[in-house]
């Protein structure tokens, strides 16, 4: 199994502020996905990401993909309280038809 | 169209019964999986299918078995249930497999086994 570190584990922050969340890994992934899931419902998408460096943005959020392709990133600019919720990565090898999910972020974002 | 669908939403178990996890796919999706979430502990899979007939054993099989009769259905069962197995049960499916396709999450089956 393919580990991936997520951290940190908890985070709580004030609506408008920044945060930057992180996935690690000592693997090699052909790609990687973000997703979210809010307390009661399984996880949703958020993005995919590919290419080594690549970087895409889904209005505040900004994800980017390792240039070795083993770590990625999660930037939220000004959160606001509808993005609490817990923050999944999950990374699938070039051998694997299963995804391997990192234990998740916890956000609280208090207005 | 109701995506994936997962009953029941609740269920207590008493040690050592027997019980059945319903998953259903309205996507004609060719891959469905089966995981499990401990608070803290991210999602584990338990199994998966590449298509009908077809199932294979995730990172953590034991006490479950599972079957895929039709490419809609892809019910897990739990055979003498035991503590350990108290957990959120989610249902996914996927067009095909690897994170380059979105897995579709049910909404949980949270199992308390007392």
């Not at chain 2, 178990?13 to 608070?39: A, E, F, V």
């Not at chain 2, 996927?94 to 897995?103: F, H, P, V």
Request: aromatic share 10%; proline share 5%.
């Amino acid at each position: 199994t393919q580990l991936l570190e997520q951290s940190p584990q908890f985070l709580s922050i004030q609506e408008g502020e920044n945060l930057t969340v992180y996935c690690n890994s000592s693997s090699v992934f052909s790609s990687l996905q973000w997703y979210r899931q809010e307390p009661g419902e399984g996880p949703v998408l958020l993005v995919t990401v590919v290419t080594g460096g690549e970087v895409k943005k889904l209005k505040r959020l900004t994800f980017q993909f390792g240039d070795a392709r083993k770590d990625s990133s999660l930037h939220i600019t000004a959160a606001q309280p509808g993005d609490t919720g817990l923050y999944l990565c999950a990374g699938s090898s070039n051998s694997g038809y299963a995804l391997n999910f990192g234990k998740g972020t916890s956000l609280l974002v208090t207005p | 169209n109701a995506g994936v669908t997962q009953t029941p939403k609740f269920r207590i178990l008493k040690i050592g019964q027997s019980m059945t996890l319903q998953c259903t796919q309205d996507m004609n999706h060719n891959y469905m999986y089966w995981y499990r979430q401990d608070p803290g502990m991210g999602l584990k899979l338990i199994y998966y299918s590449v298509g009908a007939g077809i199932t294979d054993k995730g990172e953590v099989p034991n006490g479950y078995n599972v079957s895929r009769s039709t490419t809609e259905d892809f019910p897990l069962r739990l055979e003498l249930a035991a503590p350990s197995q108290t957990s959120v049960y989610f249902c996914a499916s996927s067009r095909t497999g690897g994170a380059n396709y979105e897995q579709y999450f049910g909404p949980g089956t949270r199992l308390t086994v007392t």
